[in-house]
Antibody, heavy 116, light 107 residues
Framework: EVQLQESGPGLVKPSQSLSLTCSVT????????WGWIRKFPGNKMEWMGY???????SYNPSLKSRISITRDTSKNQFFLQLNSVTTEDTATYYC??????????WGQGVMVTVSS | DIQVTQSPSSLLASLGERVTITCQTS??????LNWYQQKPGQAPMLLIY???SLQTGMPSRFSGQYSGRSFTLTITSLEPEDIANYFC?????????FGAGTKLELK
């Protein structure tokens, strides 16, 4: 059974970079797609992007200049980096597996607050 | 971007009641829509994929239908454990986009 677990700092200062790790067990990240999704206070959700089984990426154009998704296949992990954060990036961040049927497996989420 | 309009934003229902939640997309997405249930502090749980297919392990009281750009999630008889937030997601084209969510509460 695939399991995903997000990790990273819960507090980031404005203008700094947010870096999160998604550790995947029970399934290789060299198959399917692996995405990042966030949920803002007030429950609005936003798809941030994903990295494919081959390492190619697709990003939400609203974030394109600030986001990077990378991976380490030897550790079966993928990563989110979001640069130049503001308080508007305060959210719960989820990693999830994407297949043609959609996002069927999600991590528990990590809450990140942007504040000085 | 494909816009997804979900209604209602909140819903009061009684146990045993039939509940219906709708998502309307701004463009045709075929059947590339999922429904999720999320409880506070938990990960979203996939209920329905490809608009009408029940995820393995989910109760059969949940069902999905669609016609054109209109998608419906139905709970045939509300159970206490169904009290949660529900949202839809279109994954026909990137950026994938979400409905705003429906908060389902007990009357």
């Amino acid at each position: 059974e695939v399991q995903l677990q997000e990790s990273g700092p819960g507090l980031v200062k404005p203008s700094q970079s947010l870096s999160l790790t998604c550790s995947v067990t029970g399934y290789s990240i060299t198959s399917n797609y692996w995405g990042w999704i966030r949920k803002f206070p007030g429950n609005k959700m936003e798809w941030m992007g994903y990295i494919s089984y081959s390492g190619s990426t697709s990003y939400n154009p609203s974030l394109k200049s600030r986001i990077s998704i990378t991976r380490d296949t030897s550790k079966n992990q993928f990563f989110l980096q979001l640069n130049s954060v503001t308080t508007e990036d305060t959210a719960t961040y989820y990693c999830a597996r994407y297949r043609t049927s959609g996002y069927g497996a999600w991590g528990q989420g990590v809450m990140v607050t942007v504040s000085s | 971007d494909i816009q997804v309009t979900q209604s209602p934003s909140s819903l009061l229902a009684s146990l045993g009641e039939r509940v219906t939640i709708t998502c309307q997309t701004s463009q045709s997405i075929s059947n590339n829509l999922n429904w999720y249930q999320q409880k506070p502090g938990q990960a979203p749980m996939l209920l329905i994929y490809y608009a009408t297919s029940l995820q393995t392990g989910m109760p059969s009281r949940f069902s999905g239908q669609y016609s054109g750009r209109s998608f419906t999630l139905t709970i045939t008889s509300l159970e206490p454990e169904d009290i949660a937030n529900y949202f839809c997601l279109q994954h026909y084209s990137a950026p994938h986009t979400f409905g705003a969510g429906t908060k389902l509460e007990l009357k």
